[in-house]
């Protein structure tokens, strides 16, 4: 079969296969950038010490492992129930299935039992026996109420406007940035950068250290790269948040901010010569829920320019993530501009630079 009817008939299976979702699929795909992905590997790691995790003793267990430091809840059958890693936040639960997909740009769909949820603190070793964490985890461990990958898709091409019982419209579907009225400013970009959460809010924002700043009406409905970060754990999650990149002891206001911070833990360090280092030469330790962090402009010296939310595996294999991007105009795990996976020698593959788990 020549391989353009072949694309044809499989792209109309995929569309049928997904008519009856109501998560939202396909832009073309750049067809300079198909990866050549591997499967899925199976992570292996040596534990810092022995347990009987794995044994069918009718027991969840404890166990300590190393690179990043982390503690991993197993069940009776030595299956990972939940892990907390040293000095961030976000704890990735098992529990039911989803499905994620955006119809409208891509095939790609994440079909995942992670749920990323933000801890009330840091994780530190031998948290678990602590009275505030006991608390936190009967309440979530199962809970099916939204977590941040939820929190996150109500942003993507086609979500539905949420509104508080003010009527302020939290959630729904999210711009990048308003058109750049002039093309032979901003590097001729036409979308314009810098739109945060309160932006697509439309409304003032008074942050920790007292710095109040103001919406402009030509962004409301937009968030940037960043400032989708900042929205999903920031002002829906509540993980706090700096005015600036400078300013406050919160989650900075841009990637190149966030990548550099002290917060959490860093699961891949920056590593090679500014100002463009180098790719990781392993994202097997990432964890659903981690931050990614991309070097993509040449324009912004040895500045990180690009974050990302990572998802985990999609459908076929490959390491896919999510994120606000001028080419689909919003939030998403779309293929137009560079398909949303790491692995392989795709766009954004090429470009991942650094990771971080809050």
């Not at 109420?145 to 091409?157: C, I, P, S, V």
């Not at 103001?214 to 754990?233: H, I, K, L, T, Y």
Request: glycine share 10%.
């Amino acid at each position: 079969m020549p391989l353009k009817k072949k694309r044809t008939t499989l792209h109309a299976l995929t569309v049928l296969a997904l008519l009856g979702s109501s998560t939202y699929l396909t832009v073309e795909l750049r067809k300079d950038e198909r990866d050549s992905a591997p499967g899925v590997q199976v992570v292996k790691d040596r534990p810092v010490q022995e347990t009987d995790a794995g044994k069918d003793n009718g027991k969840e267990t404890w166990e300590r492992l190393n690179n990043p430091a982390r503690s991993v809840l197993r069940g009776d059958q030595g299956q990972i129930l939940a892990t907390f890693t040293d000095k961030a936040r976000t704890a990735t639960l098992k529990g039911p299935s989803r499905t994620f997909a955006e119809p409208a740009s891509t095939a790609t769909r994440v079909v995942t039992e992670d749920w990323v949820r933000l801890m009330p603190q840091a994780w530190r070793q031998g948290a678990e026996k602590e009275a505030w964490f006991k608390a936190w985890f009967k309440k979530n461990f199962g809970s099916s109420e939204e977590d941040l990958f939820a929190t996150a898709f109500q942003y993507a091409t086609g979500a539905p406007v949420k509104k508080d019982a003010k009527g302020l419209a939290y959630a729904g579907d999210a711009k990048f940035g308003p058109v750049n009225p002039d093309l032979t400013k901003h590097r001729g970009t036409p979308l314009l950068e810098q739109s945060d959460f309160f932006h697509y809010l439309g409304i003032p924002y008074t942050f920790r250290d007292g710095t109040t700043k103001q919406p402009e009406a030509a962004r409301a409905g937009a968030v940037d790269c960043s400032g989708f970060v900042r929205m999903v754990f920031g002002y829906r999650a509540r993980y706090p948040l700096a005015s600036d990149d400078n300013k406050g002891d919160g989650l900075p206001r841009t990637a190149n901010g966030m990548a550099r911070s002290r917060l959490g833990a860093d699961t891949i360090p920056l590593s090679g010569p500014a100002p463009w280092y180098e790719r990781p030469k392993n994202i097997d330790v990432l964890q659903p829920g981690d931050l990614l962090f991309f070097k993509m402009d040449h324009h912004t010296g040895d500045r990180l320019d690009h974050v990302a939310l990572y998802l985990g595996p999609d459908t076929e294999g490959h390491k896919t993530f999510i994120s606000s991007r001028k080419e689909v105009n919003g939030p998403t795990i779309g293929d137009k501009g560079g398909v949303s996976r790491i692995d392989g020698n795709g766009f954004y593959a090429q470009l991942l630079r650094n990771a971080k788990r809050l």
